[in-house]
């Protein structure tokens, strides 16, 4: 079978080592096989050829590899002496999501898309905390792309805790990434606008699953998991949902699980309009309108995985004093908290670290990030 090709367009090719990933021209003929040090025949052939390609198989893995330690940290580290923070390498990723949503028909689409889904995989498995405090501290600026990152981070984590197999991780995180991208604009315009929807932009958004899958075609994607997700994203178990109005046997489990992860991140995302919702709050809205038969077990990795009071979390503790969830514990309810607040000042450069617990150290409440007049640079808490 051939393989699907991908235009390389973030890698010089170096002649002088052997090949990370074969090499084809346009039209599927190999020019060089993977592991292959180039002669000086190959090397001219190779720098003369305009538009080289490799197979999108190859090219998944050789980022897979590349990203598999702290992504970015040597790169980091040659630069500048700052910590390497996870929450920082994700905000990195949002501006170049974003030039893939306002020009999606630029030949480096699909190279991209590789190489970032590879690199969230990265950061979620090398420090999943800050991952999902990223949902929580984000400050919505760049709505559309933050967002597909927030969704992407959460359906990498509950997939790879419900142990689904890597293809099936790499098609859905590639579909977080992409379910809205026909929509980019809109959404950065309705985050900030309290009036009700207009007869276009509600036009806009029924179609938005089928025009993000004609868009994912022209970039190249042919992974029909992916696309699949992608138009299935806002099908809904009782047969009301856009654009099809499917079945509950006809929407597969990876396009609920999508669903779910961006009806979750979009309530806890606040507008220009309404406050956010508050994350325990958010976790108790998962159960509404699932069928329970179907679905409780991916609502169960989501709950898992989040806690009550996942990563980011403001809470306040039975003692008064105000901190920040910063890891997640054995239970949902008995996360790692770093004490910002004491009673009169802010102590985010040195916080102490207490676990909290059903006894001493309980939590007693969720403090919105608006009721802390004292702010601090919470996102420098998850420096490794
Ligand atoms: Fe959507």
Redesign the pocket.
Known sequence: MKPQLVRITRNPIDTDKPLEYPLYRENGVLLANKGAVLNEAQSTIIRETEEIFTSLGDLSAYYEAKESKLPGKAANDESNNSSYNPIRQLDVLEKELLRIYYSPSRASSLEDLIWMRARIRSICKHAPDAALAKIFLDNKRLYSVQHAIHVAVLVELTTSFLNWSNEQIESLVGASLT??ISMGILQDRLQKQSKPLNEQQKNLISA??TKSVEILKKIGIKDSAWMESVLK??ETPDGLGYPSQLKLENIPISATLLRMA?VYCAKISGRSYRNPMLPHIAAKDLFVGIDKEVHSEIVSAFLKILGLFPPGTLVRMSNKEIGIVFKRGEKINTPIVKILLGKNSLKAHSPKIVKADDDKNKIIDIVSHKQLSQKGNFIDLWNL
């Open positions: 379910m809205n938005h699953p994203h806002h961006d």
